[in-house]
């Protein structure tokens, strides 16, 4: 909620949390800004958990505030996704074509969805999650950044071209923190760490964290101007 909540200028349409309780993801996502959204009835219906995720969105693709809002949570059949989300894809509309004649139903109207698409589809033959995400990211266009929690992990994934801000964080009982902005982690007592790189996958599970730097290096980095207001 803190960490959301010194993020609520990166968006003020919707926002939302996931919480991964021993596997079990909650979600409560809603339109409206943060402290609006999260009464404190809301706050105690999420829990504790474990791994959580949160999002406030600015809309660049669909126009529903409420039907749009994140994070995604998908039950799928390899187990649970949740996802969250920051940039647009470039060639979003022809990846939705694609995987609605390959049978998906698409509830939203975001190119967020069609993310978490990707990722299911190729998570289908992948090894893991992670695997899952590095095959999608072959397939994606644009700027995202990206936070994923499944039941065990959480993982956070920047574009090649690293439009969009990512960073990394520790607080001092050892938690790691991903956000868009430092000021997240001053929020939550935690202590900047580094970047996420362009093209970086980070995975935290219970063996610590550890990266996939198969993107990184393979384009020009390149920065939204808007990032600099």
Known sequence: YYGLFALQHRGQESAGITVNERGFLRTHKDAGLVNDVFTPDVMKYLGKGNIAIGHVRYGTAGINPRQN??????????????????????NASELREELELNGSIFHMTSDSEVIAYCIIQERLNAPSIEAAVSKAMDRLKGAYSLVIMSSTKLIAARDPHGFHPLCIGERSDGSIVFASETCALDAVGATFVRDVLPGEIVIVDQNGLRTDDTHVGKVPKATCVFEYI
Do not use: C, E, F, R
């Open 69 to 90: 809002a994140q994070p995604i949570v998908v039950n799928h059949i390899k187990g649970l996704m949740s996802l969250a989300h920051n940039g647009a894809l470039t």
